[in-house]
């Protein structure tokens, strides 16, 4: 089974930017579509973004549109999630998790999950 590693949290200012990392250590991400998601102190988890196993297609949620942007490398084997104009609001802890080929809204459409990392924005 596909394993995922999200990387790249830490602590930033409102208003600084930030990386996120998903990597699959045990093989590549030709295949898959793979979906960000982050979840905030005492709420549910939600899907910001997404983006489809050829790179082509990406799709936010309200919130992050036009501050964040959803990638992958040439090699296929990282997404990133470039993350920009940060808010307080931002914080949480970020997943990623993959399905194959094309992207579908809500989490149970997603079969392969990583550890979180923890995303604090804060001054």
Known sequence: ?????????????????LRLSCAAPSGTLDYYAIGW?????????EQISCINNLGGITNYADSVTGRFTIS?????TTVYLQMNSLKPEDTGVYYCAARQRY????LANFYSWGLGTQVTVSS
């Open 37 to 45: 998601f982050r979840q905030a102190p005492g709420k549910e988890r």
């Open 72 to 76: 992958r490398d040439g090699a296929k």
């Open 1 to 17: 089974q596909l394993q995922l590693v999200a990387s790249g949290g830490g602590l930033v200012q409102p208003g600084g930017p």
């Open 103 to 106: 992207c579908f809204e809500g």
